[in-house]
């Protein structure tokens, strides 16, 4: 019996395009989704894995969007801070991150505030009303816009301590007492930091999702600390890079019912065993979300007040 569906891709190579060079954390997490979709898609096409690296993924967002095939054999990862940069004007942005037919999320990206155990701040309360110091990289990083958000908007009391070369850098300058805190990846701490885990050496103040992480359920989110719904929306503005996390996406364009297919597949890989085998290997953070519901996030973010972007555009300048 002839299979459209199987037609469509039997024989046939699927290129998925990475925004990022080779070796780098996002290439792994690209490449082991070309390992494995393919066999998940009717006809089971050959997924090749092409680097595109620049302008921090949008160079392989802009040939996506404009240039890429329309009919399911060009796939791409690229940036989870899409849709708040394109919100918020970024100049490298020439395309609609909603117009993507998102196919699915591998894993959020949470990243938390960790404070080392001998700093008198205990709370996220305590730093409204003590001076505290933080680690930072560089002023246009996540780890940076944070705390400096927070200052300006909650009243908080840190003191940014900015110019790390990396999260390695500031953990390690929180450790040596050069600062009391550090924002950083949740699942890094949880893989390669046990010894703060076990021993009681950091305390959570608060993670940056949308709503609190299965293993940290005691953790309050940057949204819950929100007091005006316009807080909220500016909060959730920046939480929701997190939740998008790292995902796979199609051009605008495609046939719905390929989107669909598409989205199956990517589901099904992410229950296979040898899929799940392969990522706790490289020790990956899994966390899946199907397309339908990541394309209703990105839509969410796009659908932002204009009065709560300009105030979110105040806060990076």
């Keep these: 019996m002839h299979d459209p569906a199987v037609a469509q891709f039997a024989g046939r190579t699927v290129t998925l395009t990475i925004g990022y060079g080779p070796g780098s954390g996002n290439d792994v997490y690209g490449r082991l989704i070309a390992r494995h979709l393919g066999k998940h898609i009717p006809g089971q096409p050959t997924v090749v894995p092409q680097n595109m690296p620049g302008a921090g993924s949008f160079k392989a967002a802009n040939y996506l969007f404009q240039a890429a095939p329309k009919d399911g054999t060009a796939l791409g990862y690229i940036s989870q801070t899409a849709?708040?940069?394109e919100l918020l004007g970024s100049p490298a942005i020439q395309f609609k991150t909603a117009q993507f037919n998102?196919?699915?999320?591998?894993?959020?990206?949470?990243?938390?505030?960790?404070?080392?155990?001998?700093?008198?701040?205990k709370t996220i309360a305590d730093t409204s009303t003590m001076e505290s110091t933080i680690g930072a990289t560089g002023v246009g990083s996540a780890v940076y816009i944070y705390p400096n958000m927070m200052n300006r908007i909650l009243g908080t009391k840190f003191k940014i301590v900015s110019g790390y070369q990396g999260t390695a850098?500031?953990?390690?300058?929180?450790?040596?007492?050069?600062?009391?805190?550090?924002?950083?990846g949740w699942f890094p701490i949880?893989?390669?930091?046990?010894?703060?885990?076990?021993?009681?050496?950091?305390?959570?103040?608060v993670q940056f999702l949308t709503a609190r992480h299965a293993d940290l359920p005691d953790v309050p989110t940057i949204v819950e600390l929100a007091r005006t719904p316009e807080e909220k929306q500016l909060f959730a503005l920046f939480a929701?890079?997190?939740?998008?996390?790292?995902?796979?996406?199609?051009?605008?364009?495609v046939l719905p019912a390929t989107v669909t297919q598409l989205r199956r597949a990517f589901d099904a890989m992410t229950k296979d065993r040898d899929y799940l085998a392969?990522?706790?290997?490289?020790?990956l953070e899994i966390d899946a979300m199907p397309g339908e519901r990541l394309q209703a996030l990105i839509e969410s973010v796009m659908a932002t007040p204009s009065p709560v972007v300009?105030?979110?555009?105040?806060?990076?300048?």
């Design 190 to 205: 949880k893989t390669t930091k046990r010894d703060w885990l076990e021993q009681k050496k950091v305390r959570f103040l």
């Design 83 to 85: 849709a708040t940069e």
């Design 240 to 253: 929701n890079d997190g939740e998008v996390g790292k995902a796979i996406l199609a051009p605008p364009g």
């Design 278 to 283: 392969d990522a706790d290997k490289l020790q």
């Design 102 to 121: 998102w196919v699915g999320r591998i894993g959020s990206y949470n990243n938390v505030m960790a404070f080392w155990h001998s700093s008198r701040i």
């Design 310 to 317: 300009e105030r979110a555009k105040s806060l990076l300048k």
């Design 169 to 184: 850098q500031t953990s390690l300058a929180m450790e040596r007492g050069e600062v009391e805190g550090v924002t950083m």
